[in-house]
């Protein structure tokens, strides 16, 4: 399964924007890079997804560089509400047909400051 | 649809009891999917269905764990003989499959063995 390498933990005041950069350097061809989010006693919840380039929603950018080996996800202007852990996941695929797993690894603590 | 279900979502039991849980998913997913967490790390993947198909286990998984998931709908995960070390978060999650990895979470399980 491909690993995933992110920061421990990342501090940040509020109504900055936060960049948390990814390493997945064994990356497969055709794996998407998936980010979640989790507050503490929740499950996770799907924040963006992307497979080159660039991908915007409503709440966040993913960067993705062209040997996508990295991935970057981006928060604009960040409020306390978005202290949570953020996950990097490469999708894998399973042993079974059309069938994958999700490995999250431990996750980028962010913590807004007032 | 008021996403996903886990039932209960607390759980003290004593060591060598068996003990079940209930997932029921977002209606319209034909993937689901149960996780264990425990303090501090991400979700680790268990098992994994395609409507009632159980297509992943994880290598880690013990006998001890079995899922089922009957009808296609709700699933049941069964842990018998507990062990202390059993204690964790048991998450479910659903998707509707395809080449996307968002997967929607429910609040899950806690399982404290004593």
């Known amino acids: 399964l491909a690993k995933t390498t992110q920061p421990i933990s990342m501090d940040s005041y509020e109504g900055q924007e936060v960049n948390i950069t990814c390493s997945h350097n064994?990356?497969?061809?055709?794996?998407?890079i998936t980010w979640y989010q989790q507050f503490p006693s929740q499950g996770p919840r799907f924040i963006i997804q992307g497979y080159k380039t660039k991908v915007t929603n409503e709440v966040a950018s993913l960067f993705i560089p062209a040997d996508r080996k990295s991935s970057t996800l981006s928060l604009p202007r960040v409020s306390l509400s978005d202290t949570a852990v953020y996950y990097c996941?490469?999708?894998?695929?399973?042993?079974?047909?059309?069938?994958?797993?999700?490995?999250f690894g431990k996750g980028t603590k962010l913590s807004v400051i007032p | 649809d008021t996403g996903v279900s886990q039932d209960p979502r607390h759980k003290i039991t004593k060591r060598g009891q068996n003990v079940t849980f209930r997932c029921d998913p977002i209606s319209e997913h034909n993937r689901l999917y149960w996780y264990r967490q425990t303090l501090g790390q991400g979700p680790e993947f268990l098992t994994y269905?395609?409507?009632?198909?159980?297509?992943?286990k994880s290598r880690l998984l013990s006998d001890r764990f079995s899922a089922e998931r009957p009808k296609g709908s709700f699933s049941t995960l069964e842990i018998q003989r507990t062990e202390q070390g059993d204690s964790a978060m048991y998450l479910c999650?659903?998707?509707?499959?395809?080449?996307?990895?968002?997967?929607?979470f429910g609040p899950g399980t806690r399982l404290t063995v004593t």
């Open positions: 064994n990356i497969a061809t055709n794996d998407y």
């Open positions: 999650a659903s998707s509707s499959g395809g080449q996307s990895y968002e997967q929607y």
């Open positions: 269905f395609q409507n009632e198909a159980q297509l992943e």
């Open positions: 996941l490469v999708g894998a695929r399973g042993t079974g047909a059309g069938s994958y797993q999700l490995t």
